[in-house]
């Protein structure tokens, strides 16, 4: 393994950005975003992403120096168009408008389009809870996931996000995918040739399979929590592609022609100001959550994003550790 | 089993609420809700259901003339203030304004506050949809259910219910409870002494129980989908809950002293115009819906509200059925 401080990570994924081509708003994004899935042990959106990050630019599925613009449809609407880049720029480039919106109109949402995306929603519900509003945030992803007693891929891994502001605390975050499982925990069972346990996926015939290639080549994954999960992801297709006029997962899936680039579609996020919804009361209330939050951990049940923060205040103390060979591929990609 | 046309169970049900002491409107509006419930197929919200509401009326903890209060604490926000009566009336009263906010702003929510609720979120979504609005709800319930990880009850059954409107066809619609399955399936399994399946339940100690009455009495019920679906349901308490000012299910529960009434709480509601994020585009992209429900059909999956429309049309056509002893307790209650 190979130990990096936070600022060497970051160095080094800046430096990898921008030798492939990124303008330097998309450098300090993504470095950004990669890094924190580093730190707080999200390994699967941490430094190991800017592989495919490089490859995506590369076959011509991202643009290296695309400017967001941001538009009001309504008024309490922003749509950003992210004009093919990735999402992070996007959504920093919206944040302050939906922030003002959600405060004077008590709710608004964000439709960012046209963007490439890797689906670090926590950050993003990170980014709104500091501002004191509570948040939620999904995207379709591309085709890999069967509806409840279907057989082919249709939905996405489709995450759903969500946040909730705390005084003197950490947020109250969580995000998931609505798969079973994520597609990479599929391939490793391939890989090792262990059979995939119930609820992952079906075979051709929409049959429970436990066979990782046959669910990965012929049939397809499955959601979590049978078909309300499947109910689930199926309004995310809905609320964060037709009717923010993006693409679903199957044709964000038909848009990447075989490059298996990161996918290219839209996302949906929705911010509630708890001062709108309570005025004078709010504090009262909000300390309500709060014992909410203690009953939980007082049974000894975690809060969804406690695993993140130790991982985190380790990080920020020791720096992290990656594979010796990862740590070739990205200094190798550094130019 | 005593069969009903959809009329003379209307008549039925609203003699009931009547005689029980309701104001006209709760009686045509709690009516409307159970016999849509009946017709619906969905018997645990049909007419079985009268004897709760009265019981919850009998038991001094519903408002039988309550005249709800609809405000605007923001200009995306509805707030209806239900003062103790059903959250029927509630709803109808706001919805209006609700919609009127959604078209004009893009977005918009209504927090329904103190309302006795019996959580038929469905027929809200029907309501919604008819306007041309993409809508989604939740609520608390009473606390049944504990935290993954945890192991007394502190979630409620906490329903979540989207609607999505169809040109033409009946809306995309689901409601499901978040608890892995209704607390009354774990009673027959108690009755009938059969063990639970897996997932269903914990024992005091958090581990997984099959006994329901271990279940019910000392442990908790568990929700859907393992620590997704223990998210999901963390997120209804806070959304529904402390950001609209009303109660947490653990803190229905208390309110309830003991009296099993039906569970007294608040909802959100949140209302999006697919025309103000869409403008001229929009029936190019709801035709995009349209493909992904044909595909979801095409692999033969059903949409989740298929089945309802299914019992619907024969309701419709033949009226309903109910048991010979139910239909004797309704009669019993009509006076």
Redesign the interface.
């Known amino acids: 393994m190979t130990r990096l401080t936070l600022s060497e990570a970051h160095q080094l994924s800046a430096s990898i950005l921008r030798h492939a081509g990124f303008s330097e708003a998309f450098v300090q994004a993504i470095a950004a975003t990669v890094v924190a899935g580093e730190r707080d042990g999200c390994t699967s959106h941490g430094l190991w992403r800017l592989l495919g990050i490089v490859r995506t630019l590369k076959s011509g599925k991202a643009v290296a120096d695309a400017e967001p613009l941001v538009s009001e449809?309504?008024?309490?609407?922003v749509r950003v168009d992210a004009r093919g880049g990735f999402s992070q720029l996007a959504f920093a480039a919206g944040l302050p408008l939906l922030a003002e919106k959600a405060r004077?109109?008590?709710?608004?949402?964000m439709?960012i389009n046209h963007c490439v995306h890797f689906s670090a929603l926590w950050v993003e519900m990170e980014a709104l809870t500091e501002l004191g509003l509570?948040a939620m945030a999904c995207n379709p992803t591309q085709a890999y996931v069967?509806?409840?007693?279907?057989?082919?891929p249709?939905f996405g891994t489709n995450p759903i996000a969500?946040g909730?502001p705390r005084a003197g605390a950490q947020p109250?975050v969580?995000d998931?995918a609505?798969s079973a499982v994520a597609r990479g925990e599929i391939e490793l069972h391939r890989r090792s040739g262990q059979p995939l346990p119930p609820g992952w996926g079906v075979d051709r015939h929409?049959q429970p399979c436990s066979d990782a290639a046959e669910v990965l080549d012929q049939g397809a994954m499955l959601t979590?929590?049978?078909?309300?999960?499947?109910?689930l992801s199926?309004?995310i297709?809905?609320?964060a592609?037709?009717?923010?006029?993006d693409l679903?997962s199957?044709?964000s899936a038909v848009f990447d022609e075989g490059h298996n680039a990161l996918p290219y579609h839209g996302e949906l996020i929705?911010a509630?100001?708890?001062q709108?919804?309570?005025?004078e009361?709010a504090d009262q209330?909000?300390a309500?959550?709060e014992l909410?939050f203690e009953?939980?951990q007082g049974?000894?049940?975690?809060l969804?994003s406690q695993r993140r923060y130790t991982a985190r205040a380790n990080s920020l103390a020791n720096g992290v550790e990656i594979a010796d060979s990862l740590y070739q591929d990205l200094m190798a990609l550094r130019g």
Do not use: C
């Not at 069967?146 to 082919?152: D, T």
């Not at 979590?224 to 109910?231: D, N, R, T």
């Open positions: 449809p309504a008024p309490a609407l004077s109109n008590g709710i608004a949402a439709a509570v069967a509806p409840a007693g279907g057989s082919r249709l969500f909730w109250f969580f998931f609505t929409g979590f929590g049978g078909h309300k999960g499947s109910a199926a309004m297709e809905l609320i592609g037709p009717l923010i006029g679903t199957l044709e929705i509630l100001d708890p709108r919804f309570l005025g009361q209330h909000l309500r959550a909410l009953t939980i049974q000894g049940a975690r969804p």
